[in-house]
């Protein structure tokens, strides 16, 4: 990009964080219980469409069961709190161990599968996670489920409230994921990850050893759905059991829908989507309660012939436009300018009206 | 020994079901190299049409054709306005769409037909045709696999003996080519998801009777269909029955006699998925699947 464009643009991108990274802060202190603890449900479920991103965006293995380790690290710490009397963030290790070993399980078959028929076996497996949750039912509580223990806030957090405790907890662990999956995917490991789904016999053949980085996304994804899971337990202030219900297949679809209305291959994009498939449906079943659901189905369908890179994608779509418009001089044109990313001497799309000068033929 | 006898002739019923849904995902994957994870609901909402004519007053079968009629065409707009658009190549995507059209079509008939369930008259009267002491086999189940069968038949009659079918075939297998030699590729790919959604259609009907009309119809099925699928082999419609009967006796036998799928018979059919897709992807009557690098 040249450099007029950079400096602008670095600069509205910080204020603006800087003003949301305010506004996010202050929440727990301006709503009150209800709204904090769906918040901080906003929170866990973008860690979790995070770790979707990075096994479906970014390494092209389209997963339609992350609903179930979202399932198996918030049973973990469920199990581990309620009926072993562990405290809540010490079972976070356990819940990331055990969701990466299953992760690794499910991704040395899913070497032999590709594209919708791997879309199939993880849609099955979510499917059947519920009933695995009931078959044990002794572990797991069946059906009625398990009670989970409050998440207190401790004496040294200076009287602040219990929904307010978990909404700050869930969310330094949401940033230090961020940073960390971002750190991945810039990475020379997170080349050979995008590479692999953009191109895997190519990504072979420059010798990205495929087995390895497929299966290793896999356990890392479902080790940060684990992850995930086991915060969303521990927002206890609104929700204080799990059952088998809130696990189903339709969980492992909301993810996927957050994961490509945010955009699929962004880190920003699960926390935008995360906040979609919060939000939306109460709004929506304001609406019209029975229709909601048409809206939602209707929705997804609109935002793949519309934004199938989701709205994230759709921004960056914008502001490439607006960028091309700019030109390297900052003028302003109507027809798009040459693009900046092409160099110094690349051609403009039309004619530059700014005034090139023309070639006279020579006076005799 | 009649318990066994008897669990199998039960498969066999219940596969016919999950081979009549197989059908229609086969025929559509034949067709367009899709999987239509929505296939289930369509059924479901072509089902609850055939149930209106039915209580307007018309015989089942008259019912059911009509219906399939209906959704044939609600099949090719579905492919045209979401379906293409996309691209076949944008597999995500596709998999999004699907997926939205599963959630929509279920709310939609939720809103429209409420969700109560209703009772779908029988097509073959569930009465005993044969029976070899304790073990009945009735003429819905010869009925239900006869008509099947006779599906596959005229499946295969399209595929290998008509120009339209050699047009389908060639289109699933390469779009751009077919285009080229000036095969109308929009209209086949409608054609193909109209005559799958009609398929989906029957096997609704084939199945209301004995699960009970209901937004649920289909939910129950589908994976079990797409394991059938699987297993026959996604571009063989004889693969589907087949698939779909041993998926259907599977389920019960191995809920049967191993503890371990006592009441978790989805556990079965999902193990059929994985050991088939990795031993034998292209399942037992598939062609197998080359890619060119």
């Known amino acids: 990009m040249s450099r007029l464009a950079l400096s602008p643009r670095r600069a509205v991108l910080g204020v603006v964080a800087v003003i949301l990274a305010a506004l996010v802060l202050y929440i727990p202190q301006y709503f009150e219980e209800f709204r904090v603890a769906q918040f901080s449900s906003v929170i866990a479920i973008s860690i979790a469409v995070l770790g979707l991103a990075l096994l479906t965006g970014f390494n092209g293995q389209i997963s339609v069961g992350h609903g179930a380790f979202f399932g198996v690290g918030a049973y973990t710490t469920a199990i581990l709190t309620a009926d072993h009397e562990w405290g809540h963030l010490s079972t976070i290790p356990v819940a990331m161990v055990l969701c990466f070993l299953l992760g690794v399980a499910v991704g040395l078959p899913a070497l032999r ?3 919708v028929y791997l879309a199939l076996v993880t849609l099955a497996l979510a499917t059947l996670f519920p009933l695995v949750i009931q078959k044990y039912s002794d572990i797991t509580g069946g059906s009625t489920g398990i009670g989970v223990p409050d998440f207190e806030a401790p004496a040294w957090a200076g009287g602040m409230a219990d929904d307010q405790w978990a909404y700050y907890v869930l969310l330094t ?3 230090i994921t961020f940073v960390l999956v971002r750190n991945l995917v810039r990475s020379r490991v997170g080349r050979a990850i995008i590479a692999i789904r953009d191109g895997e016999t190519a990504a072979e053949v420059l010798g990205v050893n495929l087995a390895f980085y497929k299966v290793m996304t896999f ?9 995930a899971g086991s915060l969303f337990v521990m927002n206890t202030a609104v929700l204080d059991r799990v ?3 809130q696990y189903t297949i339709t969980l492992s679809i909301k993810f996927l829908a957050a994961l490509v209305i945010g955009g699929a291959a962004t880190i920003l994009g699960p926390v935008l989507g995360a906040l979609f498939i919060v939000f939306v449906p109460e709004y929506s079943s304001e609406v019209d309660a029975e229709l909601s659901n048409v809206i939602f189905g209707g929705v997804l369908i609109a935002l793949m012939l519309v934004l199938p890179t989701g709205f994230l994608g759709g921004l960056r779509r914008i502001e490439a436009g607006i960028l091309r418009r700019l030109g390297r001089d900052g003028e302003w044109r109507r027809a798009a300018g040459p693009d900046p990313r092409d160099g110094p001497d690349a051609e403009a799309d039309s004619p530059d009206p700014g005034g090139s000068p023309t070639v006279e033929p020579a006076a005799s | 020994m009649e318990l066994f006898f008897n669990q199998v002739i039960n498969g066999i019923q219940s596969g016919c079901i999950y081979a009549a849904l197989a ?3 086969v025929l559509i994957f034949r067709s367009t190299s899709l999987l239509n994870f929505a296939q289930g609901e369509m059924a479901m909402f072509s089902t609850f049409i055939a149930y ?9 079968v008259l019912a059911i054709i009509i219906a399939m ?12 306005t979401l379906i293409r658009p996309v691209g076949v190549d944008n597999v995500l995507a596709i998999v999004i769409v699907t997926i939205g059209i599963f959630i929509a079509v279920n709310a939609l008939a939720g809103w429209i ?4 369930g209703r009772v779908f008259p029988r097509i073959f009267a569930n009465e005993s045709l044969v029976t070899f002491g304790d073990v009945t086999i009735t003429q819905e189940t010869v009925g239900t696999l006869g008509i099947l069968l006779t599906v596959v038949a005229l499946l295969y009659l399209l595929f290998q003996y008509t120009k339209i079918g050699l047009a389908m075939r060639a289109v699933a297998s390469n779009p751009e080519s077919s285009r080229l030699v000036g095969i109308p590729v929009g209209r086949v790919l409608m054609l193909g998801w109209g005559l799958a959604a009609a398929l989906g259609g029957l096997a609704g009907a084939l199945a209301a009777p004995q699960l009970n009309l209901s937004l649920n119809l289909m939910q129950g099925v589908l994976i079990y269909a797409f394991a059938a699928a699987t297993l026959g082999g996604f571009d063989s419609p004889l693969g589907a029955v087949v698939g779909g009967l041993i998926v259907g006796v599977t389920q019960n036998l191995a809920g049967q006699y191993i503890e371990f799928f006592d009441g978790f018979e989805l556990g079965s059919a999902l193990l059929l998925i994985l050991v088939v897709l990795l031993v034998r992807p292209q399942g037992l009557f598939g062609s197998k699947v080359v890619t060119r690098v």
Do not use: Q
């Open chain 1, 243 to 245: 059952d088998p219900a």
């Open chain 1, 219 to 227: 356990g890392i994804s479902a080790m940060i759905a684990g992850l």
């Open chain 2, 23 to 25: 059908l229609a995902l």
């Open chain 1, 173 to 175: 662990f949401a940033v």
């Open chain 1, 113 to 115: 599968i590709s594209g």
């Open chain 2, 113 to 116: 037909y409420g969700t109560d």
């Open chain 2, 69 to 80: 009629a209906i959704s044939m065409v609600g099949g090719a707009v579905i492919e045209r």
């Open chain 2, 52 to 60: 209106l004519f039915v209580d307007w007053g018309a015989p089942v």
